[in-house]
């Protein structure tokens, strides 16, 4: 599933209390593609990168030492990620029968976009749909919408 195109240059890092188990679910339920794993002592994740289409994520097993920990240790979320995928009612199907919470239905959103929402076993709260940032974005004064 990786494009040929290159990778973005954001590249969101998500703490798993099992993510070795995390890898493994993100791969069959979302369709990432396991790109590298870096094993650490006691079966701990120390890196990994994951990816679908152009976007990269990693995900890695907690470092409370650095204050990184799952969502189940912290009680819950302050960030969703946003996905590309050119079928969002396709990839519903496949997540929902591995498994994801879906927590909103597929749907067409008001700024011409179509996806859905939905929470993995450890709490991340996820986005896939075929919404791409920049399109109403003006070239001539940046943060403004086109005209």
């Given at each position: 599933?990786?494009?040929?195109?290159?990778?973005?240059?954001?590249?969101?890092?998500?703490?798993?209390?099992?993510?070795?188990?995390?890898?493994?679910?993100?791969?069959?339920?979302?369709?990432?593609?396991?790109?590298l794993v870096v094993h650490g002592l006691h079966?701990?994740?120390?890196?990994?990168?994951?990816?679908?289409?152009?976007?990269?994520?990693?995900?890695?097993?907690?470092?409370?030492?650095?204050?990184?920990?799952?969502?189940?240790?912290?009680?819950?979320?302050?960030?969703?990620?946003?996905?590309?995928?050119?079928?969002?009612?396709?990839?519903?199907?496949?997540?929902?029968?591995?498994?994801?919470?879906?927590?909103?239905?597929?749907?067409?959103?008001?700024?011409?976009?179509?996806?859905?929402m939905a929470r993995d076993p450890e709490g991340?709260?996820?986005?896939?749909?075929?919404?791409?940032?920049?399109?109403?974005?003006?070239?001539?004064?940046?943060?403004?919408?086109?005209?």
């Amino acid at each position: 599933m990786t494009s040929s195109r290159p990778f973005g240059d954001v590249y969101p890092s998500l703490i798993y209390d099992d993510a070795q188990a995390a890898i493994a679910w993100l791969c069959r339920a979302f369709g990432f593609e396991q790109r590298l794993v870096v094993h650490g002592l006691h079966d701990r994740v120390e890196h990994s990168e994951l990816a679908i289409g152009a976007a990269v994520v990693m995900v890695s097993s907690p470092k409370p030492e650095m204050g990184r920990l799952s969502p189940r240790a912290l009680g819950g979320v302050s960030h969703a990620l946003s996905i590309y995928v050119a079928d969002p009612d396709a990839h519903c199907r496949r997540a929902r029968l591995a498994g994801a919470v879906v927590l909103r239905e597929v749907q067409d959103e008001e700024y011409g976009a179509r996806g859905y929402m939905a929470r993995d076993p450890e709490g991340h709260l996820w986005y896939f749909g075929t919404y791409r940032p920049g399109a109403d974005w003006s070239e001539d004064t940046p943060g403004e919408p086109a005209a």
